[in-house]
Every structure is written in structure tokens, then in C-alpha cells.
């Protein structure tokens, strides 16, 4: 522990910020965090914005060019009135996964919040997104913004030539399967020689301007060859290859064989799965990334307040905020509604840094492998490389943790007129605990678990789908029919979901 | 590498592409709220639709973002912070609603209310409330509009005045020429001078530093030739914006309220003719480029006067009807010549009217009026008893029975009768609903 000794002048001293403050602020913020945390970031694109701009950015998923849809406007209208009241504050930064990574900052912030945001954003969640495996295997931060450019186009110009109902209609029906519509497991299957044809005949079929609709099925495809067919081709187990089925990602499913989407439309499931899958890892790595962004900007504004770069009043107004942020109600306080992924994160994170330079015999016990380790920077970084939520909590929750935040587990058993205390915080159900507390954050199991599996475009055409129910956790119904209906907009024929309890599923 | 943008002065209203397709969607329902707003609202002084807007709340249904997710029941475990003083195996009470604590099970989109409120602007209150309505168009004037002469941007050219110099494509013009003809740069030039004025400035020079002067006088002569044969800028750069004159089709409309102020007629009354006039008066704004509004009332003489007198001052008298369409006709014919002017008249009275009155007041409007005008409508305030009369437009008095016959002549008169607030509106849509040409 060192004591601080101010040895510089302060980077700014009022409220008020300007681009040349920003600038040296965050030059002092580079330096700590490529130099003493040794994180990696892309390189900065930092925009100031204002709050109609802002909630521009809410009702977009937070991208910074999207395609119109009328639910973009509603999100939009219900946040401006949420604000305009004073029901609803808006967030200081909003942080875009891109090469250059882009942050919005508003212009509302005083200095001393914009070195937080960026120390925040630009540099905590800017090396995450850099460096965790999901967003590098599954996301692309350099085309993401020529795709959505793309979207915004093409579905523009499907407006135009299709009229705009045509166009909701298909976007409606998309959105309501977008859940649907990632590979959660495996990467899209590579196209058959089947289908690598039929994208050639299809783009034969469109420049001659020939109907293209039914090359895509099967059923024409195999049309010469239906004779020498043999069983297993034609049976369920010759569908199930050919169409890579069981499919988990729906859309996919959809766009490359349902019987009755024009090439277009297919187009735009397409864009609506693609953005699914870049907001994905978002999605699996909530505690994870702001836990990150958190821990990078409490140690960069220590540092700072410690070289004597931000005066106390800053460095106060700066700490307030950030107490705030990580505030954990607990579970009987009005102000609960569920963990705060920033309290636990960053709480995770700060005891990762303890373990490594403090340990207790409990921790060596615990954590054999980083007890004690030296570069608890390197312990981190390697934390929020390979890591996502579910695995974290699992990896690195430790006893401590449990007892300071005093998790206890409950179960609800809706067989049982009341709910049981499992688990609490002592030695007996520590793991226990961490692995109820992994598994709420894996979205493989809270999200219901539903592929195609079977779907016979010889026979009557009946899309089956499966939805494999553990603990007895059925789909809410009425939204269900309903999604169920978009979804037969999609296949044309009759859609039919199946529910399987886990243990009899194959 | 630029580190910094600022964004705040890009153009706003990026997601105004978003929030049509949202109205569009939820038209019926948003239009039910603003019809019933517009019934309910008590018009206070000026406008009834505020500046800033208006807030409304419409039915969630069919803004529905439906997914699959999974519903309540089910075996689950939730792990929770706080524990106070819980040991394994104690129980609690499920609590009601569902057992949603752990609040991971709630609908995606957050909004399982049944309400949706957000604000409507001005503009989208007042195309909403007007939606569907025409302005009648019964006769057609030989000039409805006027015209005048305006401008118009007719793209760029290599001639023109000064004050219309297109800097921007001169200067881009100019900056090829420079750069293709290699004209040398002020700085170039400097940098040669400031040589040679070193050399110059030397005491002694050596034979070779001579020669090097020598060389770069010449030199520096080739630059200021070439600077001057090259021009900064040359006529051909030149870029003038260029306006083509053009007619302009300008539409203006003059709204006569004519209001019977007499001791008969009281604040409710007078409160029912001003919503139909602000009415009409908002439904004109958005019709035409430019409305003005005269306000005539009568008791047994008629007056112009201000908006303020017309509808809170007091005045008492007797009630003679045609002295305020008297009134309205020597305006017409003082102010508003009327191939310049869109004409429309709105008249509000309680029916009463003196004598045989009524009969000259059928003629001016049929004679004097009516020709002239685009529109004419009639509201007699009755009483809210008088159901009687709302049931059935062929009793009534005098005047009313006077105006049948206007009515039944003239195509572009109408009248109606309310009693309530709640009448204004349908009448006033009734008024001005396209109607299938005959």
C-alpha cells in the first residue's frame, strides 16, 4: 500500500469539460491502462452526443445505424416519456463492439464523469470486447458497420420495391423468432453440395427472370433424381442430414428452407440472425463485461486521484457515482430486482485481485492455481479472455464472496405450497450456491431450448419443432401462439411445437 | 488518429423513420384517444393543443412484441443476496403473482402493461384529428389561389453575379486547376525568398554561394511568373448558384365568426361556439399557408372587434341576425376581394332572432354571401333539454327554418345543432367529410 503523494497538477478543475480536456484526460487514462494494467484496446472513436441523440441510440439496440422498424419507435417513445418525466435517467455512455470502438458519451456529463465514462467504455469495455473469446469468435468488429449499413439499405429498398407492410410483415415475424435465431453451440453448418447448387440455379433463375421460389426446396431439387432415391434418403434420417437437422437457430432454419419466402425475404431473416448473433456474446457476458469496465475504471481513476491528476472534488463526485453503480439492494429491499451485474462483477473482480495478493488459507485452498500469483493484472486479463458469465461464476466465485453478499439459494418446487431455503452461505453450500448462481447465468438454460426437427417438404409440408422442457418450466402461452403464428407466416404451412420433458428427450 | 467527435450537431430526428412506422401501426387506437381528447377538452385562452404536444395513452394491444420464453411454474432455484437469518430447510411464503423474484422471466420487451403513453407533437395531434377531412371544393373558383412570382435553386453556372459566387465549388475548382498546373505555393515562394535574403544579407559570399544566389533569383522569377500566369483563382473556377423565377401558388383563407352575443346568449353557449370556431380554425391553418380570423358579433347592431371582446366581453341588446352578415359583407368587400381570398363563415347563434329578420338574412346569404364563399356553417345552440329539437331538424324557429332553405339551395352551407361539448366534434367531422359528388 503506498500513500499517495500528489506530485502533479490536477488534468482539469471545474465542471465544465472541453475537447482539449478530454484529450488530456484521456491521455492520462491511456497511459495507466496500456502501461499498468497492460490492457489492449482498439483504437478510440469517442463521439459526444446529446440526450435525443442518446435515446436514438436506446431505441436501436444501442447500434449506431439500424434499419426502420415501427418497434424501434415505440422503444423510443416509451423512453422519451420515461425521461422527459424524470422516471428514468439516461445512461452517461453507450459503448459500440467495432474497429475503431466507438463511445457515446453525453454531453450532459460533467469533466469529471467524462473521465469516468472513458476510462469506463473506452478502455474497459473497449479491451474486452477485444479480447474475450466469444465477441473474437463470434462477433466482427471491423464489417460490423459495413453490415449494418448494408441492413439499413437493403431493407430500405425492400420498402420501396415491396411496399412498407410487406416489409413489416416479414420483419415482425423475424424479430419474434430473433431468440431463435442464433447458433448457440456450433458454427452454421457449412452449405451442401445440395445447396451451394441451388444458390447457383437461384441466381441463374433471378437473372432470367424466372419464378426462383420452389429451387429452393428439396422437393425440386431432387425432382431428376427422385429415382434413384433410395429409402434413406427420402426417410427422416435422410432429412435430418440434409437439412442439418435437429436446428436450434430457427431463422436459420427458415431462411434456407421454408417453401415459401421469396429470395428477399430470405434476405431479411438473414440480417435479423446475423445482428442476433453479433448482440449474443453481449448478452452471455453481462456480468463479465461491466464487472470489467467497472474494475478498469475504479483502479484508473485510483491511480489518477493517486498521481495527483484529479483534484478530490472530482475524484469524490467520481467515487459517488461509481458506489451507486455497484450497489447491491439485498433481496427485501424495495429496490431489488435481481443481482446487479456491475456489484457482482466487479466485487468478482476485486477479490480475484485479493486472492492473488492476499490470500487466506481458504483461497490456497480454493484457488490453488492463482493464490498468491504475483501478476494479478495477468490473472484478470486471462479471466476476461476466456471466460464467459456462466464458466466465471463457476471459475472464480469464491467462499468470501458468498459470505459477503450472504447468497443463500431458494428453491421452488411447484409441488410444494411454499419455497424452501436450500443453501446458505457456510461450508456446506458454497458450491452449491456457485453453481445455482452459474447456472442463472446461462442463457442455455434460461432461454427454452427449441430446434426444428423434422419438416418432410415431400410429404405435407408440417414444421416440427421441439421444445425440450426441463423442470417441469413450460413456455408462457399466450405470447407463444402468437409467435407461433409469425412463425407459420414464415414456413407457409402448418407449424407444430412439440413439448419434451428433458429425460425422455433423445 | 482523431480521438474526439462531436456529435450534437447532426441532424436530428434519426429515428423519425421509426416513430412514422410506429403512428402508422397504432392509428386506430391513437386516433380513438385524440378524438376523445379533442371531445373532452375545455378550450382555454388561444390554442387547445399545446405547443409542445400532447401526451396520450393508447391500448398495448397490437404493439406487441411477442417471443418464446418461458413461463411461470416449474421446479426452479434462485440465489439471492441479504440473507438475514435463514438456516436450510426454513420456508417462506410463495409470493403472489407468480414466483418472478428472480426477475429473469419477465416478457423481453418489459411491457406487459396493458397502456402505452407517450406524447404526440402538435403537428401529428392536429394530422391525426383532421384525418380523412377535406375542405369542401363544391365550387370551383377560377382562382382560388393567388400567385406570385418567387425563386427557385436551379443548380450552378459559369456566369452570374457576386453575392451569388458558390465558394464551395469555386474553391473545389480552383484547388484541382492549382494542383494539375503544379502552381507553386506561397510557401515555396517564401522559403526562396527568405534564401535569398539570407544570402543577400551576408557581409562576404563566397564564389559559389554567388552562383547559388544567381540560381535562385531565376528560380524565384519562375515562381512568381508561373504564380501569375496560374491564378489563385481563375475565371474558369468561378461557380454561381443560379434561381429561376417561378410561380408560386400562395392560398389564403379569411375565417368569419359570426357570434349572436345578446343577453340570451351565456358563457356555456358562447364556450360551445368557441370550441367550433377554434376548430375550424385549426383544421384551416393546417389547409391553408396563411388564416386570418375576423371576429363580427351582433346583439341588434354588429361590431368587429378583437378575440379577447368576442368572446369574454358582455354586451346587451336586442338580436337582429342579418346585421352582422351586413357586417361580414362590407368586411369582404372592404379587406378580402375575394378571387384573392379563401372565404369561410362560421356563425353561432341561439336561434333567436327579431322579427322578420331571418328572411333578410336567407337572402343576403344566398344573394350577397354564399357566392362568395368557399364555406358557410351555421351552429344553433340549444339547450341541453331541448332534446326534441337535436332529434328533429324540421321544428325550430324563425331563423333555422330560414336557413332549410339556404340549405337546400347551396350546397356549401351547412347547419347543425348541439347542446353539448361532446357534439363539436362529430359535426364539425360530419361538416367536412369528403362527400361523394352528385
Redesign the interface.
Known amino acids: 500500500m503506498q500513500t499517495a503523494h500528489p506530485t502533479a497538477a490536477p488534468l482539469f478543475t471545474g465542471s465544465e469539460w472541453t ?1 482539449e480536456l ?2 488530456k484526460a ?1 491521455d492520462a487514462i491511456e497511459k495507466i491502462a496500456l502501461g499498468d494494467l497492460g490492457l489492449d484496446v482498439y ?8 440526450a ?2 442518446m ?2 441510440a436506446y ?2 439496440v444501442g447500434l449506431p445505424l439500424m434499419y ?11 423512453d ?2 420515461l425521461y ?1 418525466t424524470g422516471r428514468q435517467g439516461l445512461a452517461y455512455e453507450i459503448v459500440i463492439n467495432s474497429n475503431p470502438c466507438i463511445s ?1 458519451n453525453m ?1 450532459e456529463n460533467t469533466m469529471a464523469m467524462q473521465t469516468l465514462v472513458m476510462a469506463h467504455a473506452a478502455f474497459g469495455h473497449n479491451h474486452f470486447f477485444k479480447n474475450n473469446y466469444l465477441f473474437q469468435q463470434w462477433t466482427d468488429a471491423e464489417g460490423i458497420h459495413d453490415y449494418l449499413a448494408f441492413a439499413k439499405n437493403y431493407i430500405a429498398a425492400c420498402e420501396e420495391r415491396y411496399g ?1 407492410d410487406a416489409v ?1 410483415e416479414i420483419l ?1 415475424a423475424a ?6 435465431g442464433v447458433f448457440r453451440y456450433g458454427r452454421p453448418p457449412k452449405p451442401t453440395i445440395e445447396e451451394r447448387k441451388a444458390m447457383q440455379q437461384l441466381r441463374e433463375a433471378y437473372e432470367t427472370g424466372q419464378s426462383a421460389l420452389d429451387i429452393w426446396t428439396d422437393a425440386t431439387l431432387g425432382l431428376s433424381r427422385d429415382a434413384e432415391m433410395t429409402e434413406a434418403e427420402t426417410g427422416h434420417a435422410g432429412r435430418r442430414k440434409k437439412m442439418n437437422m435437429p436446428q436450434e437457430n430457427i431463422l436459420y432454419f427458415l431462411e434456407k428452407h421454408s417453401p415459401v419466402l421469396e429470395p428477399w425475404q430470405r434476405e431479411i431473416l438473414r440480417i435479423v440472425r446475423m445482428l442476433a448473433q453479433y448482440l449474443y456474446p453481449q448478452k452471455q457476458t453481462k456480468v463479465m463485461n461491466e464487472g470489467c469496465a467497472t474494475f478498469v475504471h475504479y483502479h484508473i481513476i485510483n491511480a489518477l486521484h493517486d498521481q495527483g491528476l484529479i483534484s478530490q472534488g472530482a475524484f469524490m463526485e467520481m467515487m459517488h457515482s461509481h458506489t451507486n453503480v455497484v450497489m ?6 424495495p429496490r ?4 446487479n451485474p456491475y456489484a457482482l462483477g466487479f466485487a468478482m473482480m476485486q477479490d480475484i485481485q485479493r486472492i492473488c495478493e492476499n490470500p487466506t488459507d481458504e483461497d490456497r485452498e480454493w484457488f490453488p492455481a492463482i493464490a498468491g500469483d504475483p501478476d494479478w493484472r495477468g490473472v484478470l486479463r486471462n479471466a476476461w479472455a476466456n471466460y464467459r458469465d456462466e464458466s466465471f461464476i463457476q471459475q472464480f466465485l469464491s467462499p468470501h464472496l458468498i459470505r459477503k ?10 409441488t410444494h ?9 457456510n461450508r ?2 458454497y458450491k452449491a ?1 456457485r453453481r ?2 452459474a ?2 447465468y446461462d442463457l442455455a438454460y ?3 431450448d ?1 430446434q426444428v426437427t423434422d419438416a418432410d417438404l415431400k410429404g405435407d409440408r408440417t414444421l416440427k419443432l421441439t421444445h425440450t422442457v426441463r ?7 399466450d ?2 401462439d ?2 407461433l403464428r ?1 412463425l407459420r407466416r414464415l414456413w407457409g404451412y402448418d407449424v407444430k411445437l412439440a413439448a419434451v420433458e428433458a429425460s425422455l428427450a433423445g | ?8 450537431a ?1 441532424p ?1 430526428g ?2 423519425l ?9 397504432a392509428r386506430e387506437n391513437i386516433k380513438e384517444r385524440v378524438d376523445r381528447s379533442i371531445r373532452e377538452k375545455s378550450i382555454g385562452k388561444g390554442e387547445s393543443v399545446p405547443e409542445n404536444g400532447e ?1 396520450i395513452t393508447i391500448p398495448a394491444k397490437g ?22 437469518d ?9 409470493p403472489r403473482g407468480g ?1 418472478g ?4 422471466e419477465a ?3 418489459g ?1 406487459g402493461d396493458d397502456e ?4 404526440l407533437t402538435r403537428d401529428e395531434y392536429l394530422e391525426i384529428l383532421f384525418d380523412g377531412l377535406e375542405l369542401p371544393d363544391l365550387v370551383e373558383k377560377a382562382t382560388v389561389e393567388t400567385e406570385t412570382i418567387g425563386t427557385r435553386r436551379a443548380g450552378l453556372t459559369t456566369a452570374g453575379t457576386p453575392n451569388n459566387l458558390n465558394l464551395v465549388r469555386t474553391m473545389r475548382n480552383s484547388l484541382g486547376r492549382r494542383i494539375a498546373l503544379q502552381r507553386p505555393s506561397t510557401k515555396s515562394q517564401r522559403e526562396l525568398e527568405d534564401q535569398i535574403e539570407e544570402l543577400e544579407g551576408l557581409e562576404a559570399r563566397s564564389p559559389s554561394q554567388d552562383d547559388l544566389l544567381v540560381v535562385l533569383k531565376t528560380k524565384l522569377e519562375g515562381i512568381i511568373r508561373k504564380r501569375r500566369v496560374v491564378g489563385y483563382i481563375d475565371p474558369l473556377d468561378l461557380r454561381f448558384d443560379t434561381y429561376v423565377p417561378e410561380k408560386i401558388r400562395n392560398s389564403r383563407a379569411v375565417v368569419f365568426c359570426l357570434m349572436d352575443v345578446s343577453g340570451s346568449m351565456q358563457e356555456r353557449e358562447k364556450d360551445l361556439a368557441k370550441r367550433f370556431f377554434l376548430l375550424l380554425h385549426l383544421f384551416l391553418t393546417r389547409c391553408y399557408e396563411h388564416t386570418e380570423l375576423v371576429f363580427v358579433r351582433h346583439t341588434h347592431y354588429a361590431q368587429e372587434v378583437d378575440e379577447e371582446t368576442f368572446f369574454y366581453a358582455r354586451e346587451t341588446g336586442g338580436t337582429i341576425v342579418s346585421t352582422a352578415l351586413e357586417k361580414m359583407k362590407e368586411i369582404i368587400d372592404d379587406r378580402y376581394p375575394s378571387d384573392e381570398w379563401n372565404i369561410y363563415g362560421a356563425q353561432a347563434s341561439d336561434g333567436e332572432n327579431f322579427g322578420n329578420d331571418s328572411v333578410r338574412c336567407r337572402k343576403l346569404l344566398t344573394e350577397e354571401l354564399l357566392p362568395v364563399c368557399q364555406f358557410y356553417a351555421y351552429v344553433e345552440i340549444v339547450e341541453e333539454a331541448a332534446q326534441m329539437l337535436l332529434d328533429n331538424a324540421e321544428v325550430g324557429e324563425d331563423l333555422w327554418q330560414n336557413y332549410r332553405q339556404v340549405k337546400a339551395a347551396a350546397a356549401h352551407f351547412e347547419m347543425q345543432r348541439v347542446s353539448q361539448p361532446s357534439h363539436i366534434y362529430p359535426i364539425f367531422r360530419e361538416f367536412f367529410l369528403p362527400k361523394v359528388k352528385g
Request: charged share 30%; with cysteine.
Open positions: 475537447f478530454l484529450e484521456r483504437p478510440n472513436q469517442i463521439e459526444i452526443i446529446s435525443e441523440q435515446l436514438d431505441s436501436c426502420q422498424h415501427w418497434s424501434f419507435g415505440k422503444h423510443f417513445a416509451r422519451e416519456a422527459r457515446y454531453e412498407v413489416e415482425d424479430h419474434a423468432l430473433q431468440a431463435q447491491q439492494p439485498e433481496y427485501d429491499d431489488y430486482s435481481g443481482i453478499f450472504k447468497l443463500f439459494t431458494l428453491t421452488d418446487n411447484e405450497p411454499q419455497l424452501v431455503i436450500s443453501q446458505i452461505h456446506a453450500g450456491i445455482d448462481l447456472r442463472q434460461i432461454e427454452p427449441i423442470d417441469n418450466v413450460y413456455l408462457a402461452e405470447e407463444r402468437e409467435v409469425h | 488518429m482523431h480521438h474526439f467527435i462531436d456529435r450534437r447532426n436530428k434519426k429515428s423513420g421509426n416513430r412514422q412506422r410506429f403512428l402508422r401501426r401526451e404493439l406487441k412484441e411477442p417471443r418464446l420464453y418461458h413461463g411461470p411454474g416449474g421446479n426452479r432455484r434462485y440465489v439471492l443476496p441479504g440473507n438475514k435463514f438456516v436450510v430447510g426454513d420456508t417462506v411464503d410463495r414466483a423474484e428472480g426477475g429473469r416478457s423481453e420487451d411491457d402505452f403513453s407517450f406524447t
